[in-house]
């Protein structure tokens, strides 16, 4: 449903403490499981229909991950551009709050992105950084088939999920 507003997110306790739990247990096997634990967890507890998450630290590998094969497509495709709103928060360390694809601002500041973004179907972006010690080591990008803003309790457990992968994941990360 396009253009839908967004009805009120209510969430599961016992879910969003499963999700937290399967992220720090994550951590401790490695980088790529964190990731990969988070990105498996967003669609359900969030209710988006694709997560994606680059792990960017200053020094070291760079590590992808998506809940789908049309997240992954695009977060490696914006990598190779430079672009796309996982790039800006990262750069910034701020989150990307709930842009629709078809705005002026996605398709003037984003333009290879937004028109890939499209073409797979998705017409609304939000990106937040997974944060540790005051900087940004990666980017969460919840990707939606509507253009309205997600819910505020939605973005901030998006936040927190991606502040506690990055806090999980930086003792392995070259500083």
């Avoid at 969003?16 to 992220?23: H, N, S, W």
Wanted: proline share 9%; charged share 20%; hydrophobic share 45%.
């Amino acid at each position: 449903m396009r253009n839908v507003p967004y009805e009120t997110y209510q969430v599961d306790s016992e879910q969003l403490a499963t999700a937290f739990v399967e992220v720090a247990d994550a951590a401790v096997r490695g980088a790529a499981q964190a990731l990969a634990a988070l990105v498996g967890c967003c669609p359900s507890l969030l209710g988006v229909p694709t997560a994606s998450v680059v792990l960017k630290p200053p020094t070291g590998r760079v590590d992808v991950a998506a809940s789908d094969d049309r997240g992954m497509r695009l977060e490696r495709a914006s990598l190779s551009w430079g672009e796309g709103p996982g790039a800006d928060c990262r750069a910034s360390a701020q989150p990307i709050r709930g842009v629709p694809l078809a705005h002026p601002y996605a398709r003037a500041n984003w333009p290879s992105y937004t028109a890939m973004a499209r073409s797979l179907g998705f017409a609304g972006v939000v990106a937040v950084p997974l944060r540790a010690a005051d900087r940004a080591v990666g980017s969460l990008s919840l990707l939606s088939d509507r253009a309205g803003p997600p819910d505020a309790l939605q973005l901030r457990l998006g936040q927190h999920l991606a502040d506690a992968t990055a806090l999980g994941v930086l003792p392995r990360c070259p500083s």
